[in-house]
């Protein structure tokens, strides 16, 4: 009989130990996986665009250079993002004429720089990105993140030398874990996916 | 042979109907107790399509004195989560052109407190069957996690609580018993995060615990 207390003891703390257990997973997992983010410029009409050209390599900015990156990887992902263009009834367009769009894909690692421009196509150098939404800010890159950018090469602000993001798709947590090509051309899909609006039919 | 085996047959019944006989024997009438429960919580409705699996992670520390007559008076107070993983969720903000695809981590922790009244129907026995009705709020907080971002919205509501149980003593004149108890809850709370949004959040509660009982 004098154990009982001892046990009922015992069984509280089991109980408090369960009841309190760590759900997990912990956010570390989280960070672990890709995360698909995108934005498009809710006021114009994707309709009135009809072509668009693609950088041939991805540029990449860490802390401390800024490079073009143009390996198996690289080229898989601008690939399947023109298909994607392709898809929503966009035509690739042959220089020299301008197209409507331009398309780019920078990644950043370990970097908190924001601000950047870098225009592969040199119609506009030293031009200025606006974009005329709020884009989804983040504080750091330091989980790596691949930004693709659908620039508006058809409504340039001569006066104030600014270009125009009508799109952007972020894929997130790319240094976090370890991700083949198949996801992160599946997330680039994705982006695709989660905007229907990115279309069109002048064609 | 087949007499001894009869005879044995008998004294096993003999001894069963003893021993069934025992819990319910009087002992005394407590003049209150305690509960200090685990508590799994099952949510259903609206409150299922936000996390649609059992939250096992959940305790109950709760009060009753009794009036007289089998009434008791009491309260409750606890905490408790459920908590679920959704793969490849998107959740759009269409005024503002936004797509978020992403794993993500929902969960609701709450701090559920009420005033009890209940009715048992045999007080003195040692397994007294009881049933009750808890009125009162809760504390919840709904986090949505992406990645590190957790996105979160706090709700205070009004809850009721019809519960039934069991509080069994562990002898007839032990301090020291056991609860069971079943309860379906009802409060006002409600969840409005981006797409997802409950409202009347309710649960199905299972609740086994200690009791200490004062005579």
Known sequence: MKTKPGLLILGLGLLLTLSCSKYPPSSERLLEDLAVITQYDTKIDFNNYHTFIMATSIVKITNRDTTNVSDATATAILDQISKNMEARGFIKAITPVVPDFGVQVVYFQNTTVYTYYYDWWGYYPSWYYYYPYYPVYYSSYTTGLANIELVDLKVVDQNKKQLYLRWNGYIRGLLTGDHTTAEILRCVDQAFIQTPQLKTTAN | ?215
């Open chain 2, 1 to 215: 042979m087949k007499k001894i085996v009869s005879v044995i047959f008998l004294v096993f019944l003999t001894l069963g109907v003893v021993r069934a006989q025992e819990p319910t024997s009087a002992g005394y009438t407590p003049s209150s107790y305690y509960t200090f429960s685990w508590n799994t919580a099952f949510p259903i409705g609206n409150f299922h399509d936000w996390v649609s699996q059992p939250g096992p992670a959940g305790f109950d520390f709760g009060g009753r004195y009794l009036i007289r007559n089998g009434l008791a008076a009491g309260f409750n107070i606890g905490w408790q989560r459920v908590a679920k993983i959704y793969d490849n969720q998107t959740y759009t903000i269409p005024d503002k052109g936004i797509a978020v695809t992403a794993r993500n981590y929902r969960f609701t922790w709450m701090v559920p407190f009420q005033a009890v009244i209940a009715y048992h129907f045999i007080p003195q026995k040692v397994v007294s069957p009881y049933v009750g009705l808890g009125i009162g709020g809760d504390y919840m907080e709904h986090h949505l996690m992406i990645q590190e971002y957790d996105i979160y919205k706090t709700c205070w509501d009004f809850s009721l609580t019809p519960e039934i149980g069991i509080l069994a003593r562990f002898g007839a004149f032990s301090n020291w018993g056991a609860i069971l108890a079943f309860n379906y809850k009802w409060t006002t709370n409600r969840i409005d995060l981006y797409e997802e949004e409950s409202r009347d959040l309710q649960m199905l509660n299972i609740k086994v615990g200690i009791a200490l009982t004062i005579r």
